[in-house]
């Protein structure tokens, strides 16, 4: 059998720091090639040839613009896929499923309602499956929004991020990240929307500072900086009953205001203004929410260049 691990990008607590840091470190070097501050990428097209492919069975903007230009962007080619367009809607199983993708594709990102099905697919592929973003987590968000953080206030290692509202699948990949970037994460919730106990569990046994309250100004206390999320997730059920005990853990900028002053205000978007961010924070200098979005490019092409690139992956964010 092939010994070569095949290069999945499931959860961040599967992948070590020195390879998160890798990644993140190239999509900053890719980003800066394409603004023509350093000399072009080079080879100009790495993944010339390759086709990724797109398995959405929820709705996105970001992630699949992101992972579509990202990869033309380095030479490859792009496949997208609806599973009610598949036969998986007549019943073909995520195994058979999984083994055909392989013959065709070199990659799949696939976003799911159920974080078993990625599984799945990825027990069956034998090319690398990215979570697109699942109940439990999503992943590849974290990997933009820490290159944001670092982009405008230098080395996350050490600082401290809140995070404001429901203990959702972002707020679970942020907690993993903080194991592996060495941050404090702080998170406000309502009792009944605590983050994933197993991934608090697993980051502090990792030795991550993982602090849970149900108050936000204490979470934000210091704070360099506040994140928050949509009060309802696609997996969620809308209800009155659901905004109004999310109502308290708006972000306001009353609450920035008890943050430190030159924190950041991040988002992951989609977001609904005037519920868990007001208008003039989501509007206000402080809020990075459309570099974050942008950046998802550049950490999507550092992420591909790391899941298709081989062994000598971090050369291409190394000026010839
Ligand atoms: N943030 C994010 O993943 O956005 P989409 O749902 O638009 O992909
Ligand atoms: N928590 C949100 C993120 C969307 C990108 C959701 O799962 O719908």
Redesign the pocket.
Known sequence: PDATPIRHFLELRDLDAATLRGIVDLAMNVKAMQRGRTRPLHPARPLEGRTLGLLLS?P?T??RLSFEVGMRQLGGSVSVMQPGEMQIGRGESLADTARVLSRFLDAVVVRSGDAEQVAELARWSTIPIING???RS?PV?ILADIMTFEEHRGPIAGRRIAWVG?G???ATSWIETAARFGFTIALATPADMAPDPQAVAWARSEGATVELTQDSRAAVRDADCVVT??W?????QASDARLKTLAPYSVTSDLMNAADPRALFMH???AHVGEEVSEDVFEGPQSVVFDEAENRLHAQKGLLLWALGGPGWRRFGVEP
């Open positions: 929820k996105s970001r992630t973003l699942t109940p999503h968000q429901d959702n699948n972002v999320d949509t309802v997730s696609m997996s969620d992951c978007l989609p």
